[in-house]
């Protein structure tokens, strides 16, 4: 979670005729509002001019610095959508949901940093859901819950950051169902980030999971190894680093948990390398992430070495073991053999059991027809190292 706490106060500002000065306090902030006539409808505010409010955004945050990959393909490309029609399209509200460090906070933001980009004119803000409690206590303590209600009426983008937190202020759920009521009326964007989806939110009223639910939903999920490298291929071009091919690998292969993991395991190692005076290489990596990778040294399987030739080439497992004459499958099992072969202490009966009962003479061809292919077939023979490359990062 991000708060722009360093951002400085900026004034909201209504040429509304008539009506006196009123604050609206946000903790370390104010948001002042200058209105010269009573508001008679809290619903119509006549006569709004302008509007003038920090969206409280990171301008790190962007989606040319969020990734895309298979983890993030639909959030990314609805937040994309929802930043150049904001209230205009079906996914009103957006709700980005997924485990910690995976990457909500960015992505939102990001979806804040396009609007303001794209559409100049519209008011966009973003705040954690602790921040819009602790605000709706303050007001509720000065008797002024009207205009703390009033003023999130007025935003045409509002960003609210782990929803989840919401189970613990049923009053603060009343104020936010009056606001989501009178945003989403008024054609205004909502964009909520969780933890969980919505259905299992637990604390929450009905009434504001319906709502939720009223628009799309969509998870992020832990990277896979093709993404993390181009994550931190991205963080270091973007800080100027530089770091051996085999260490990323090493990074992207052994931290599975989240992207903020992933940079902070990067970020210790460079901080390590700078203070000792001492290269990067895979050494040094395996000696600094002992924090971050569970365990320096595993002993690869069978089922493991299988998983990775099926997600590597899309193949099936259960196609893996069944008796086919399709060229890519027969070619996929044939490269499995090879490296069950050549990385496990299995015996060829036992790999042969491993691929649906075969005996100990097809793990023997299959192992010689792999060989034989990468002599004449260039494309064949880098799928086969880039695979060995994965097998022997996973047994470090």
Not at 72 to 89: I, L, S
Not at 164 to 173: D, G, I, L, T, V
Not at 351 to 360: A, C, L, Q, T, V
């Amino acid at each position: 979670m991000v708060d722009s706490g360093n951002s400085k106060n900026k004034p909201l500002t209504m040429d509304v005729p008539g009506h006196g000065f009123k604050s609206f306090s946000n903790n370390e902030m104010d948001f002042p509002l200058v209105i010269n006539n009573p508001v008679k409808n809290p619903f119509v505010i006549p006569g709004l001019k302008k509007m003038q409010i920090d969206p409280q955004l990171n301008s790190a945050y962007t989606f040319d610095s969020f990734i895309e990959g298979d983890c993030n393909r639909v959030a990314r490309r609805a937040g994309k959508t929802v930043a150049e029609k904001p209230g205009a399209t079906s996914f009103n509200p957006l709700v980005i949901y997924g485990g910690v460090g995976l990457g909500k906070t960015h992505l939102a933001q990001a979806i804040g940093n396009e609007v303001k980009r794209i559409h100049h004119n519209k008011v966009v803000l973003y705040v954690s859901s602790e921040k819009f409690i602790n605000q709706f206590i303050d007001h509720g303590r000065n008797n002024a819950i009207n205009d703390f209600i009033h003023f999130y009426q007025l935003i045409d983008v509002l960003i609210i950051d782990d929803v989840q937190f919401f189970n613990r202020a049923e009053k603060s759920q009343d104020a936010f169902f009056s606001i989501f009521n009178h945003l989403h009326q008024s054609g205004k964007q909502l964009i909520l980030t969780s933890d969980k989806p919505p259905k299992d939110l637990e604390g929450v009223q009905e009434r504001l999971l319906s709502r939720f639910r009223w628009g799309l939903s969509a998870d992020l999920q832990a990277p896979d190894y093709d993404t993390k490298i181009e994550i931190l291929e991205k963080k270091m071009k973007n800080d100027g680093l530089e770091m051996p091919k085999e260490v990323v690998k090493y990074i992207a292969y052994n931290i599975n948990s989240n992207i903020r993991e992933l940079e902070g395991a990067m970020i210790s190692l460079l901080a390590q390398s700078s203070l000792n005076k001492r290269e990067i290489d895979l050494e040094l990596a395996k000696k600094v992430l002992r924090n971050f990778v569970k365990s320096s040294s595993k002993e690869i399987t069978i089922d493991a070495i299988q998983k990775m030739v099926c997600e590597y080439f899309d193949v099936p497992y259960d196609k893996l073991l069944q008796k086919t004459r399709k060229r890519e499958i027969v070619q996929a099992r044939q490269i499995t053999m090879f490296l069950a072969k050549a990385f496990t202490k299995n015996s060829l009966k036992t790999i042969g059991e491993h691929f649906g009962g075969r005996d100990h003479t097809t793990v023997i061809h299959s192992c010689q027809t792999v060989k034989d292919i990468m002599d004449t077939d260039s494309l064949f023979k880098e799928s086969v190292l880039e695979l060995q490359q994965k097998v022997q990062l996973a047994a470090m």
